[in-house]
Structures are given as C-alpha cells and as structure tokens.
C-alpha cells in the first residue's frame, strides 16, 4: 500500500513539474518559431542552441539563425499546452479565449479572437471583443476606424502622424544624447590618467568638438566638472557650439563659479558670440534674492556695454534682501534695522526675526556710471531725474522698463 501511494506521490510531483518547467519560444529568422528549452542555454559561447521540444526531440539550431529567445511564463506555458490540446473549432476558440481573458494573457487573448474570425468573418463576439465597429453593413477594425480619424497605432498607443514623427526625432535625439554622453565620459577619463599619449588624444578630440548635437552631452559634463582646467577647456569647446543650451551655461557659470577666471572667461565666450540680447539674462539676474549674484550681474552689464541695462541698473545699486537676525541665547543680543531706518535691541531668549534689509550694490554702481558717464552715487532718486531728462533730451530707448 505504502509503495503504490508512493507510486501516486510521485506522479503528482511529476505532472506538477511539468507544469513549472521552464520553456522559450525561439524566434527565427525565417519567421519560424519553436517552442521548448534550450538546454545549453548557459553556454553563451557555443555556436548552435540544442532544444530540448515538446515532443521529446532535440533540435540544433544554428545562433546565427535565431532572431530571439523569449522565456516563457507558467501561464504562457499553460496556454500552449491547452492549443495542443485545443480543437481547431470556433467554440474551442472561444472557450480558449476567454480563458486567457481571465488569465490576463491579453497578446493570446487577442490571437485566439484572430483565429475565430479566420474560422467565421462574422463571429459578432470576437469583433466587438477586438473593437471592431459595424458600419454600412460590414466590419471595421479599430485600427481602421481610427485611420479614418487620421490616427495610427505607434508604441501602444493612436497618434497622428506628426505626433509620430516628433516622438521618433525625440527618440533619435535621446540616442545621439546617449552616445555623446558616452563618448565624452570616456575621454574625460582619459584626460586626467596615467597614460600621457591617451591623455593628449583624448584632448584633441575634445578640442575637435563640433557637431552641435554634443552640446547636451558637453553641458552636462560641464555642470558636473570641478577640475578647473578642465572646465575651460570644455568651455572653450562648448561655446564653439553656439546653441541656447550651451549660452544658458555659459551664463550660469559666469554668475554662480567660485573661480574668478572662468566666471571672466565664460562671459568673454558670450560677448564674443555677437548674438543680439546677450545682456538679457544679467538684467533679470539683477533681481535675484542673493546679493553677490546681484553684483556679479551688474559687473557683467558694465562689460557688456548694453546701456540699456542703465535703468534696471538704478533699480540694483540698492536692493532688499531677507536675513535672519537676532539670537536665542540668553547671554547675546544683537541690533536689528527697522524698516524705517532706525534700529532696535534684540535680547537672549527671543527667536530670531526675518527682517528686509537695504544693501548698496559697489559693482552696480560702478557698472552704471560706466554706461552713464555720470555718477550720482547710491542716491537712486537723482538717478532716475537725470534718467528722465536724457530720455527727454534724446528721444531713444535708453532705458528699459524695471
């Protein structure tokens, strides 16, 4: 008894298994397809897959004929296993069908509904299952009711054809990106190694930059490098490119870098560009809430020579600026400006105040009585006469609005 209940475990064990073992759809080059596992599928360097099929045989394919493997789910296995089985009818079909439905197997699902209308065109179910509009007394796939609407079937979804289009220029865009961003990381390695010669190849390529489809790739490395001279150097190749991403870096490093010299040298790239509203985005830096920025900016208004900075400029040779001020401690206390020009104690044990300061801008200052030729120190009032009597006297646009 124990030996033929043994027997029955085993079995069991053995259909279970069955159920489980691993399977691969081998697609061919000819379109063909087989389906079984691949038993030396470990071996990557072996010139033939042998596959171990559903019938018990064993086949050996070349690799140079296989287009792709697909493993297989247990679901998926399942499913092959129930067509075996399955009559070539419209209710198996169906019946099949529907199971995939319940299965989730929605590719399968759709190919079972397929093989029903092979069977019967007019199988209404398998239609409308596969949005199929009756109209003037025939059948409209979704595909073709969506065509009439101009709409195309692309990655899962209708687009228009423009849409589609946009989408593949963006994906070809993402590759070049892709391919540019590995290019440059290679010879930013190579740059600063241990080999001289590799090091001074990798540096003429940089310096021969001049495809503008790299400036992506270029700012990118840009924004992340810290050794200065290697950032000159890809800012010198960067501005060689010329296009609104590689300006705005430009623009970004000449405000915000620590380091004086390159600040100065990516503001001589700009101005050597020659493209009209170059000062554009120093006049709204002139706004920002960090007052070195602030200075920064209008030091590089006055170098630009734009005088139509002039009035934005009257507007930041005195700015406002939040700070903190004051202490918990018991045993500090601090001075703090009032908004109306005096002052007032601050005691330990009171938290500290976020209080608006007036802060004379040196560089803004100096930037504007360049342009202006006069100079009437922080006293923005009689900037803005003598501003509004120039405008009257020369009739030209010397001024842009704050």
């Not at 030396?40 to 086949?59: F, L, Q």
């Not at 390695?189 to 503008?212: H, N, W």
């Not at 009597?389 to 646009?397: L, S």
Request: charged content about 25%; hydrophobic content about 40%.
């Amino acid at each position: 008894m124990r030996d033929f209940l043994s027997l029955i475990l085993s079995l069991v064990l053995a259909a279970a298994s069955s159920l489980t073992a691993h399977a691969d759809v081998v697609e061919l080059k000819n379109g063909g397809k087989i389906h079984g596992e691949i038993a030396n599928a470990s071996d990557k360097r072996a010139a033939n897959y042998v596959i171990s099929t559903d019938g018990g045989g064993r086949m050996t394919i070349p690799r140079s004929e296989v287009v792709r493997v697909v493993s297989q789910s247990p679901l998926q296995e399942e499913y092959h296993r129930r067509t075996l089985a399955a009559a070539d009818t419209v209710d198996a079909h169906w019946q099949l069908a529907q199971w995939c439905r319940q299965q989730k197997l929605i590719d399968e699902y759709r190919g079972e509904l397929a093989k029903i209308l092979e069977l019967d065109p007019n199988h209404e179910q398998a239609r409308l299952a596969l949005g199929h509009q009756k109209q003037s007394g025939g059948w409209r796939s979704r595909d073709e009711v969506m065509a009439a609407r101009g709409l195309v079937w692309y990655d899962g979804k209708y687009y228009t054809q423009h849409h589609i289009e946009l989408l593949e220029q963006a994906k070809a865009a993402k590759q070049v990106d892709a391919d540019w961003n590995k290019r440059l990381d290679r010879w930013r390695r190579l740059l600063t190694g241990r080999r001289q010669v590799r090091s001074d190849e990798a540096k003429r390529e940089i310096r021969a930059l001049k495809d503008p489809a790299a400036a992506p790739a270029v700012v990118a490395l840009l924004a992340e490098e810290t050794d200065p001279a290697v950032k000159r150097l890809l800012m010198d190749v960067a501005a060689q490119l010329d296009t609104p991403l590689v300006l705005d870096a430009l623009v970004q490093i000449s405000l915000t870098d620590p380091n004086d010299d390159l600040r100065y040298a990516a503001l001589e790239h700009l101005i050597a560009t020659g493209r009209p509203g170059v000062a554009g985005p120093y006049v709204r830096a002139l706004r920002n809430n960090d007052n070195v920025i602030v200075n920064r900016a209008a030091e590089a208004l006055g170098t630009i020579g734009d005088r139509d900075a002039i009035g934005p400029l009257i507007g930041a040779i005195v700015t406002k600026h939040k700070a903190l001020v004051g202490s918990g401690s018991p045993d500090q206390h601090s001075y703090v400006f009032t908004p109306s020009g005096g002052t007032s104690m601050n005691f330990g044990n009171s938290p500290p105040k976020l209080v608006t300061r007036d802060v004379e801008n040196p560089a803004a200052l100096a930037a504007l009585a360049k342009l202006a030729g006069v100079n009437f120190g922080f006293d923005q009032s009689a900037w803005r006469g003598w501003l509004t009597a120039e405008a009257k006297a020369h009739p030209v646009d010397v001024r842009r609005d704050q």
